[in-house]
Nanobody, 116 residues
Framework: QVQLVESGGGLVQPGGSLRLSCAAS????????MRWYRQAPGKERELVAG????????SYADSVKGRFTISRDNAKNTVYLRMSSLKPEDTAVYYC?????????WGQGTQVTVSS
């Protein structure tokens, strides 16, 4: 069955860094664009970053440009989100999403908390 399993979240101080991973299985990973979303308490889920199926194209929300980097390793069926210069407002549950046409899958999310 299809699985997207996020990992790498945790508690980090402002200015710190984390790398999130999302391991995929059960579908042809290299055929899917991948995205990271986040949802803070009381707020709607928002798109953070996206990467094309072969990794040649990336995009970012304005709020994370220059601080976050999305990448993927199709040999490992894994997408990553490198986050640096973290701010308290980056605190949220981070979800990975796989999309191809109208078909999409979600992971269960990983909590990122930025606090001193």
């Amino acid at each position: 069955q299809v699985q997207l399993v996020e990992s790498g979240g945790g508690l980090v101080q402002p200015g710190g860094s984390l790398r999130l991973s999302c391991a995929a299985s059960g579908f042809t990973f290299s055929s899917y664009a991948m995205r990271w979303y986040r949802q803070a308490p009381g707020k709607e889920r928002e798109l953070v970053a996206g990467i094309s199926n072969v990794g040649g194209s990336t995009s970012y929300a304005d709020s994370v440009k220059g601080r976050f980097t999305i990448s993927r390793d199709n040999a490992k069926n894994t997408v990553y989100l490198r986050m640096s210069s973290l701010k308290p407002e980056d605190t949220a549950v981070y979800y990975c999403n796989a999309r191809s046409g109208t078909q999409g899958y979600w992971g269960q999310g990983t909590q990122v908390t930025v606090s001193s």
